[in-house]
């Protein structure tokens, strides 16, 4: 089968991020950016499914400017076959997203589809979802094992209190979680070699889609700071405080 | 228009993460409708007409919504929330798998995880695991929501009597199927929902040890949670994962044991009316947002903590 995997540039998960002072946005001018690591567990998933020789090719695709590729090389490096970029100048509206995302499987015609169940800039947990909605296809979000089986997915899921699994008719879209797998180093060897490998570029006009705003962004503030408070130097202290001070016991 | 908010339920009772979003959506206008959807669902229904602030309780009761499958239950919200101006889900992870179909069928936009309302189109989230708050427009008809139960108090269960009225339509796309569940079983609260969590960290060496932080929770009648890499490392199950990735708590008392305070966990608990640090690094960026340190080894001190609550 056919996979399908999509990654997205974010800043690095160890870099603290800053709000810039006009309160437009956070500041990404020379922060060190990185593959968004529930991609990277989307696209081990993929390599592993090809590896296991359930999948026969995979394909990554990212949206946005030039930078971009960087990622794609990434994932190219992890094992995945080729690569498509589509452009844009910034990062798009998840909504956005899923569209361009629908047109290019359209033509792709994956059997699975695999995505990061969040970015860790913008934190929505969307896009996955609502390529489900547009393609009408079965949804597995927060995947923590996936099980391909005569023409089903059997995806487990983190839930609020424990696991639950599904069972999905393929094609189908499988979001991962954190414990899905651990995403492999990619070799120098392999570095060299995805500098070879196929990455086609195309744009929203090419796939009829219309970028459309849905929100506008007021402002980014920074989050209320937390004081820190006392040292205390034994447990009763601890007890006392905790009773007479700030009265939670 | 009026509001419609999306029940969360296990098709017995109604869960408190729903009171919370209610509360949020108060904010946004006047006409609250509450939905439930489930099977045999009526007990969540009635529950459901007591809520405070709710006029009207919509019940679509039918075995293609007894797991709350996102193909299926998608559907029916998008089509009753055509005639709303916004529809309203608690973050939980049933909310966070169907709403953003929701949001698509309508062709509008998903505003996730709100934790504040400043206008009925206005909306602060947090975003970069909470390092920054974003305060969002949307400029569609409909308005498709989130919210984090831990920034709005919950509203009242009781005191409300709003009309039942039975949703008809059923919505089976049939293609998804639900195969089984395994559900942690505890006679603890919750973690979203207690007064007091007490969390540990990689420094608990091991999974045994989390019985002392157990003895200490049943002592004060609060939830047992785990830092990322305590998780990680193999000493508890993932669903006690406190933190970005996982749960967002703000109880009344969190006490952290051996947790050394990484941004990730730090954006799961920082809204916590008092935080408890106890850790032998006094260099830990746990202290920073602790209320009271105590710079000790846990062997010794979480033990003598429990024998003198």
Do not use: W
């Amino acid at each position: 089968m056919k996979v399908l995997v999509t990654v997205k540039r974010v800043i690095d998960y160890n870099v603290k991020v800053r709000v810039k002072s006009d309160n437009t946005d956070v500041d990404l001018a020379n922060v060190k950016m990185a593959l968004n690591p529930f991609c990277e567990i989307a696209v081990e998933e993929a390599v592993r499914l090809k590896e296991a020789g359930t999948a026969t090719e995979v394909v990554v695709v990212s949206i946005g400017p030039k930078a971009c590729e960087e990622q794609i090389r990434t994932a190219l490096a992890l094992g995945v076959d080729r690569g498509i970029r589509i452009e844009t100048e910034d990062s798009p509206e998840s909504l956005n997203v899923a569209k361009l995302l629908a047109k290019v499987i359209e033509e792709e015609k994956p059997e699975l589809i695999i995505m990061g169940k969040q970015a860790i800039d913008t934190d929505n947990n969307q896009t996955g979802q609502m390529l489900g909605a547009l393609l009408d296809m079965p949804q597995g979000t927060f995947a923590s094992e996936v099980q391909i089986d005569d023409g089903k997915v059997n995806v487990t899921r983190e839930v609020d209190g424990g696991l639950q699994t599904v069972a999905l008719n393929l094609p189908a879209i499988v979001t991962t979680d954190l414990r899905l797998n651990e995403p492999r180093y990619a070799s120098l060897p392999n570095i060299m070699k995805a500098k070879r490998k196929p990455l086609d570029v195309k744009n929203p006009t090419d796939l009829g889609v219309e970028l459309k705003a849905h929100t506008q962004l007021l402002k980014v503030t920074p989050p209320e700071e937390r004081q820190a408070g006392i040292k205390v130097g034994s447990i009763d202290e601890l007890v006392d405080k905790l009773k007479n001070e700030a009265k939670v016991l | 228009m009026a509001i419609l908010v999306i029940a969360e339920h296990d098709n017995s009772t109604l869960k408190g993460a729903t009171l919370n979003a209610v509360t949020a959506a108060t904010r946004m206008g006047d006409d609250l409708h509450l939905l439930v959807a489930g099977a045999d669902c009526g007990a969540v229904a009635e529950a459901a007409a007591k809520v405070a602030c709710v006029s009207k309780v919509l019940v679509a009761d039918n075995a293609a919504y007894e797991y709350q499958l996102a193909e299926n239950i998608s559907r029916l919200i998008a089509e009753l929330g055509k005639n709303y101006s916004h529809v309203v889900s608690p973050a939980t992870t049933n909310g966070k798998n169907f709403m953003p179909r929701v949001a698509a069928l309508l062709d509008v936009a998903q505003l996730s995880d709100i934790t504040a309302v400043d206008a009925a189109d206005t909306f602060q989230r947090p975003i970069y695991a909470g390092n920054a708050i974003a305060t969002v427009q949307s400029l569609d008809a409909i308005k498709v929501i989130t919210v984090r139960g831990t920034a709005f108090d919950a509203a009242a269960a009781e005191g409300g009597s709003a009309a039942v009225e039975v949703v008809g339509s059923v919505h089976d796309a049939e293609i998804s199927s639900f195969v089984g569940e395994e559900m942690a079983v505890s006679d603890r609260p919750e973690l979203t929902a207690a007064k007091v969590v007490i969390s540990g960290g990689r420094g608990m060496g091991n999974g045994e040890n989390f019985e002392l932080l157990e003895r200490i929770a049943d002592k004060l009648g609060a939830a047992v949670g785990a830092s990322r890499a305590a998780v990680d490392a193999g000493f508890v199950p993932n669903d006690m994962q406190v933190g970005q990735t996982g749960k967002i708590v703000a109880p009344e008392l969190y006490i952290a044991v051996g947790i050394s305070g990484a941004i990730q966990h730090l954006a799961g608990m920082k809204d916590s009316k008092i935080i408890v640090a106890i850790n032998k690094d006094e260099e830990a960026p746990i202290f920073s947002v602790a209320d009271y340190g105590l710079v000790a080894d846990l062997f010794d001190a979480v033990p003598e903590l429990e024998s003198k609550l």
